[in-house]
């Protein structure tokens, strides 16, 4: 099949694209060598076997050449930091929504013989995960009130009657409530797909990534995922910086079982129409990754928890994975494995330590507190 990866040169997007190309497939990848992550490098993993363009998904010209011949598409370009989305708002409603319309704006307008697009949603659009009060039952509740959070008192409670709540598996179901500005483009990537698919009978997927973890992370990157910040924290000798009290929890899916998933729906038609979550099902505290990270990287230096938060962090999420498992889903790497396979490639590589700057910024901005 002939394919179009956008952000195929990102962490996400280049696994994906060397499985595909693995499989036999013609792959193109289409990619702007976003200089917060690639900081004006080509990455050295690129596939010899893909084509490359270089460039950015609203510059429509550019973008016709992509699609040209293309049967498949996987949309995985978008700017991902969450805090970040907080102030460069413009930015990313522009990088991400208007991409993802420009992108669907031209396969419907120019008919464009398409048969499946897969777009990378986000397990952010959910906001809190599900929970379940002993006396009141299953809750969704919202975000916890910031007056909750300056008394340090980290845990969820019920909003009917004030008991803590036991986090439980969060399914494709659980309404809807995103808490940044990167999650609602992201709601609106899933959105757009699945809705200009279904009118136009174009068989379309939504992923609903949990947290992505594993090699060719970029660790230099202080906008991304707790696992790269922790390593470059660890690398250059300084304690991870870990929000709250350590005790939140997150579901840590490793990126080849991202790609897993994402080779499963583009085959299987039971997936058409639909949005499935990609996690393990497990959840792990942040301190664990720290302590575990510490250990992996041979530097047992004790996490720093000043007990601040950040403006719309969400406590605990995990996935409920049975609707993807029911086609075929199968997580393989555990965690520990994981790490470890993610540290063996992060001794190697260069990681410059810039979460100081940027937890800078969001402290200027009032989006930390304490
Ligand atoms: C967010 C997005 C998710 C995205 C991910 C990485 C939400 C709900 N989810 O996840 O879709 O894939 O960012 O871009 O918005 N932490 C520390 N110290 C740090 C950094 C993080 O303690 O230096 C804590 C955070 O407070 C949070 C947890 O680690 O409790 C996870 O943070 P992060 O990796 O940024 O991911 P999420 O916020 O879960």
């Known amino acids: 099949m002939k394919i179009l990866v956008t952000g195929g040169a990102g962490f996400i997007g280049s696994h994906l694209v060397d499985a595909l190309v693995r499989r036999g497939h013609k792959v193109r990848v289409l990619d702007n060598l976003e200089e917060q992550v690639h900081h004006g490098e080509k990455p050295d993993y690129l596939h010899p076997g893909a084509e490359y363009l270089w460039g950015d998904v609203r510059d429509r010209r550019l973008l016709s050449k992509a699609l040209r011949g293309i049967e498949i598409l996987f949309h995985e370009a978008a700017c991902v930091g969450v805090g970040q989305s907080m102030y460069q708002i413009d930015k990313y409603v522009d990088n991400n929504t208007r991409s993802a319309s420009i992108l669907l704006d031209m396969i419907v307008n ?3 013989p398409i048969q499946k697009m897969v777009v990378a949603s986000s397990m952010s659009i959910y906001g809190e995960g599900a929970y379940r009060c002993a006396d009141c039952g299953p809750v969704f509740p919202s975000v916890r009130p910031e007056e909750q959070l300056r008394r340090r008192q980290w845990e969820m409670l019920c909003p009917r009657c004030r008991k803590p709540l036991e ?12 808490t940044s500005v990167y999650a609602i483009t992201k709601r609106d990537h899933e959105e757009l797909f699945l809705t200009v698919g279904r009118a136009y009978r174009i068989p379309t997927v939504a992923l609903r990534y949990f947290n992505v973890y594993g090699p060719r992370q970029n660790l230099s990157n202080p906008y991304t995922g707790v696992c790269a910040i922790f390593s470059a924290r ?6 991870p910086l870990i929000f709250e009290d350590g005790l939140q929890s997150r579901d840590f ?12 729906v583009m085959k299987n038609h039971r997936a058409d129409g639909q949005a499935f979550n990609v996690g393990t099902g497990h959840s792990t505290s942040i301190l664990e990754i720290a302590r575990t990270l510490g250990r992996l990287y041979g530097n047992d230096i004790d996490p720093e928890i000043p007990k601040r938060f950040r403006a719309g962090d969400i406590r605990h999420c995990y996935a409920e994975i049975s609707k993807l498992r029911a086609i075929g889903f199968q997580p393989t790497v555990k965690l520990k494995d994981g790490l470890r396979q993610l540290v063996q490639w992060g001794q190697h590589v260069a990681a410059k330590d810039e979460v100081q700057k940027a937890a800078s910024e969001l402290e200027t901005r009032g989006l930390t507190r304490g």
Not at 167 to 178: D, R, Y
Not at 234 to 239: L, S
């Open 110 to 112: 120019k008919k464009l």
């Open 253 to 264: 899916v490793h990126v080849s079982d991202i790609v897993q998933a994402n080779l499963l």
């Open 234 to 239: 660890i690398k250059n000798n300084n304690p």
């Open 167 to 178: 986090p439980q598996p969060t399914a494709e179901e659980k309404p809807l409530a995103p």
